[in-house]
């Protein structure tokens, strides 16, 4: 049901913004032009006492649709939230007083502009209302080592159910099968018993938690708060509801078999790290060849990891690894040695200083060096040889056993493992570059992934610790717990965790064209059998790709469609074409920003007082990933003279937050000419700039470029049509 709109306008004097406009104008043009008679100002509308004025006049004269100019919305959000009420910010203070100069008429113009656009975008937007749908607040965790183990206590011990499932027949993982574990505590010196055991003990104890052993997930299917889990268990198939899915199913060791250039298969006494482990674990370390104690023992570091042939990553563990394995060798047999060849020793943070308690026994050598083989010598010895050691010589020195610290893989690389029944494929996006590893495609929130509600954990995310997996898992809960909580309340997930829109569509008009369903970066667009799209709304990350897609502008959420955006652009004041030889004839450009890394850009630059072409309007958007070419003729039919987008970078390095907006918004753009064309004007006229949240120094120059540009072509033959 639609509310009653009552419209309010709160103009903001402080932070310099009084000192740079004037506000009497700007009041006259909400009256006139934006057809809003409520108008207020205050020297600092974020005040008590401002607040207090715009609250009076929700309970006095029932306002509840306020746009309030001032500041960026990036900042005092929760002072200008109001329940019950649609708010739009308009950003005066960044946009225009930081970022142009004061009192001039371009300036002034910029403001009034933006003042027409906020009251444009309330009028035609609506209060949202939440997504409500069933929820089920299970959390289903895959994998029982480290970090599994971790991710099910957090989330039973918040008071959640927990469905733990692991396909060994015992929980614990490779933790399980340490003979003992590099520190946890101060002073960081002495090997442990492994905690795993502890873990293990509380997740079989605790009433929260069920667990699946010799299990596997047939499949996933549904989406979040609605999964159903099939479960196979010891010859049985159960399914079970469940809100999110934690992945954390763990490694599997570098198969050393490709390392023959190492000696692995050429001898029995080259082993691998994890037989190394197994064999102290029995109680002795022993020669294979004949049973003999080692005396002299060789640690090969990085052997197959960051190496471009075989895995180009640092699997993290094998320094500590093998420092830890050299005091086995010592404690057994301390007249033994243990050479420790790396290419760099890796252990960060308070294992530094287990690292020098071992550098500190007289028995352990360790030297930088780059191993270039391993062979046979005499007497049933081995040979490795190496270059670039510190000595500064190739050098060869004889073993009695060579351990290989080989690194880990994801599980995820042979089989998906989690067996989602989704329109994307059954398994997690994984890393182009770096072996299997799942894809989060958002550096700052490593567990979220492409699949909403499906957070990835430990080692099948990236290379880490048994520590570190630990923490892992908890994070990764903390984060399956907001899933199922968002969803239960209707809201979106990260990276809009606010957000109780959700689209909309007018199928009545959908062709069925599959734009959608093929673009939507989450899967939350399904077919049908006659192939008609259809919304899983809980997948749906409100990024608004789908009405960006649609040909047929059929996709609405309560505050963002073609017509909201359309009717901003339209309501900008394009000052009419007298001569258009004149060079200071006013052009006017519209800027659609991603709110993720432009406009956080674009406040940077304004907090260090750049100063910004005032051509230029900017239209916060979701994702440029959401931009519909509708909007361009819009803009060049309504006479404005360009179109700039500013957008996350993309490719190899990308860091979109929804995948691949700005990359979708180039290819969109790519049939830009012919749309152009047919209008008679030139493909120049519009933009897109990559742009990452660091490089906001940048940003004067390329809207100053493009302006030129825009002036190098000329004004737009439609202005005053």
């Known amino acids: 049901m639609e509310m009653e709109k009552k419209f309010g306008v709160y103009l903001c004097k402080g932070c310099g913004i009084g000192a740079v406009l004037d506000f009497e104008s700007i009041a006259k043009v909400v009256k006139k032009e934006g057809k809003i008679p409520h108008v207020k100002e205050h020297d600092i509308l974020c005040s008590p006492e401002g607040l207090d004025l715009i609250k009076q006049d ?5 306002i509840n649709c306020m746009v309030i100019a001032a500041c960026s919305p990036r900042v005092k959000f929760e002072e200008f939230d109001f329940p019950n009420s649609l708010v739009e910010r308009v950003n005066i203070r960044e946009q225009v007083a930081w970022t142009q ?3 001039n008429e371009e300036t002034q113009a910029l403001a009034e502009d933006y003042l027409r656009m906020g009251c444009a975008r309330i009028k035609k937007s609506e209060l949202p209302e939440p997504y409500q749908s069933e929820c089920d607040k299970t959390i289903l965790v895959i994998g029982g080592g480290a970090s599994g183990l971790s991710a099910a206590l957090e989330a039973a011990n918040g008071g959640y159910q927990v469905v733990l499932v692991e396909k060994e027949a015992e929980l614990g993982g490779y933790g399980a099968k340490l003979y003992r574990q590099t520190p946890s505590s101060y002073p960081y010196t002495t090997m442990q018993y492994p905690t795993v055991f502890e873990k293990i003990k509380e997740v079989r104890n605790h009433p929260n938690i069920k667990v699946f052993t010799a299990a596997e997930i047939e499949k996933i299917e549904g989406q979040p708060g609605l999964f159903d889990a099939i479960i196979k268990s010891n010859g049985n198939v159960e399914t079970l509801r469940v809100g999110s899915v934690v992945l954390a199913a763990g490694w599997k060791p570098y198969d050393a078999s490709k390392l023959a250039h190492l000696g692995y298969g050429s001898s029995p006494d080259v082993i691998t790290n994890l037989q190394m482990e197994e064999m102290a674990k029995k109680g002795k370390i ?3 060849s004949d049973g003999r104690v080692p005396e002299r023992v060789a640690f090969i570091q990085c052997a197959g990891s960051r190496d471009p042939e075989h895995l180009p990553y640092c699997s993290d563990f094998c320094c500590l690894g093998s420092l830890k394995q050299a005091l086995y060798v010592r404690q057994q047999n301390p007249e033994a040695l243990a050479y420790i060849l790396y290419k760099d020793i890796r252990t960060p943070g308070q294992s530094e200083l287990f690292y020098k308690e071992v550098q500190s026994d007289p028995g352990v050598l360790l030297t930088k060096a780059e191993v270039t083989g391993v062979s046979l010598g005499e007497g049933g010895k081995l040979l490795v040889s190496a270059t670039d050691t510190l000595l500064g010589d190739n050098v060869a020195l004889e073993a009695d056993l060579v351990v290989l610290a080989t690194g880990l893989v994801p599980v995820t690389v042979d089989q998906p493992i989690i067996n ?10 994984e890393t182009e570059n770096y072996n299997g590893f799942a894809d989060s495609n958002f550096i700052c929130f490593p567990y979220e992934t492409r699949r909403t509600a499906v957070y990835a954990a430990g080692c099948v995310r990236q290379p880490m610790t048994m520590a570190l997996a630990t923490a892992d898992g908890a994070g990764a809960a903390l984060k399956a717990i907001q899933a199922v909580e968002h969803v239960a309340a209707g809201m979106a997930v990260h990276p809009r965790a606010w957000d109780e829109t959700f689209p909309d569509p ?7 064209c599959k734009r959608c369903t093929e673009e939507c970066p989450f899967g939350a667009i399904e077919e049908d059998e006659k192939g008609t799209p259809f919304f899983k ?4 990350r409100r990024c608004a790709t789908c009405m960006g897609a649609c040909p047929e502008r059929i996709v609405f959420f309560k505050d963002l469609n073609v017509d909201i955006i ?10 009419e074409l007298e001569d258009e030889d004149d060079p200071e004839v006013p052009f006017r450009i519209i800027g659609l920003i991603c709110e993720n890394d432009a406009l956080p850009a674009l406040d940077a630059g304004a907090v260090h007082r750049l100063k910004l072409n005032p051509t230029i309007r900017f239209i916060p958007v979701r994702c440029l990933g959401s931009f519909n070419m509708e909007w361009i003729k819009i803009a060049l039919n309504n006479g404005i003279d360009g179109m700039i987008l500013l957008g996350c970078k993309y490719g190899d390095d990308y860091q979109c937050h929804f995948v691949k907006g700005s990359e979708l918004c180039a290819y969109r753009l790519t049939k830009l000419s012919e749309t152009l064309d047919k209008l008679g004007l030139e493909a120049d006229r519009v933009q897109l700039v990559q742009l990452a949240i660091s490089e906001f120094n940048l940003l004067p120059q390329i809207l100053n470029d493009f302006v030129a540009r825009v002036r190098e072509i000329g004004p737009n033959p439609f202005k005053g049509l």
Do not use: H, W
């Not at 929700?58 to 029932?62: A, I, L």
């Not at 989602?420 to 996006?429: A, E, K, M, N, T």
């Not at 359309?566 to 000052?575: H, L, N, R, T």
């Open 58 to 62: 929700m309970v006095q004269e029932g």
């Open 286 to 288: 022993l020669r294979p």
């Open 537 to 540: 709304i809980n997948r749906c």
């Open 101 to 103: 100069e004061p009192n």
């Open 506 to 512: 007018f199928m009545q008009r959908c062709t069925s």
């Open 420 to 429: 989602l029944d989704y329109r994307q494929g059954p398994g997690l996006p």
């Open 566 to 575: 359309g009717s901003m652009i339209k309501a900008v004041d394009v000052p």
